[in-house]
């Protein structure tokens, strides 16, 4: 069954975010900068410390998906569909003509980081006040994080490998590379990959607030997420989701695909170190861009830009910093570095696909987006973040990082697409 020459390359991309519910909007948004933070509005926030967040706007579930299928779907599953629909979609795929044969081809592994944590929320409560026979007999189905994967086969007949991977914060880069290793050794020829997350609500903030994770910066929420910066206190809470189409690259030819970028190589590591701080030198993340770097067979001379993991938190800008320099050497200083999370804030398991997404448009476009609210220097973050602006540049390579809670490290790289 393995066929390691296959070539795996992009032909769909989709996403929800807190700057844009398409993809033209999410890119306009941020080529101006725009942050995503806002006071909360999902809940009532005057109980939990940080009382702001990175949440959709002006997203309708019904817009999509039928009510009675809506309610059914916790709402990361929501997100997941939604921006699979998008993704698949923008690829030209014609699901209603394809084979039986063709569907049993074609997978999806899309996954969240913490999963259905609204519905647990909810039905706790009821269970509480109402008790247990009152538990929606949807409980579990909407709870688990799989089930994202499940409802987008079964709404387009997708037969291939179909399954979640979960590691916090690094939990769609895991999925992507779960696609592109399924591609390259021929289990499918077709993977709709990504993430998603809705976890801005009481419990998931005060969660957050009691590890000391979040910003408390509730005067000013649209400059609070401010990676880099020496005045950074922790990262905005985003929600959304981010959907890519994975194909083997003769697949695409055949059936006159664009092609958004190639998919080239991957990288994982474990810190092995502490459960929700990164190493301090960035040991993890430095195996993660190393294997990465090999499994495509580059040097670090070949890599033009670098979606930074990039948090906004004080010790993980440092240590990936680190990391960065420590791979990349004199280079490091050449490479274009940005933080997504400065405007759509930190999506989670979601994360991880939305700037794999914003680094394909960056190679698509030749121009990278900005690392918006830098104001005061931190001589610890020495690169260049490519701050407050977007900058022009020509990008043939790019990588992106996404690490998580538990020490888990990934990168992923993308190359422009040629013959």
Known sequence: MAEKNRRIVVTGIGALTPI???????????LAGKSGAAPIKGFDASKVETKFACELKDFDITKYIDKKSARRLDPYAQFAVVASMQAIEDSELKTDSLSEEEKNRIGVVIGSGIGGIQTFYNQSVVNYTQGPDRVSPFFIPMLIPDIAAGNISMRYGFRGPNYCTLSACATSNNNMIDSYMLIKNGFADIMITGGAEAAINEIGIAGFNSSKALSTRNDTPE???RPFDSTRDGFVMGEGAGALVFEELE???NRGAKIYAEVIGA???????HITAPHPDGLGAILAMEMALKVAGISTTDVDYINMHGTSTPLGDIAETRAIKKVFGEHAYKVNCTSTKSMVGHLLGAAGAVETITTILTIKNGIVTPTINFVNPDPECDLNYTFNKPQERDVTVGISNAFGFGGHNTTVVLRKYSE
Not at 20 to 30: K, P
């Open 20 to 30: 844009g519910l398409t993809i033209d909007e999410f890119w306009n948004n941020m």
């Open 223 to 225: 400059t609070a997420s």
């Open 251 to 253: 697949h695409a030819l």
């Open 267 to 273: 990288g994982l590591s474990a810190d092995a170190y």
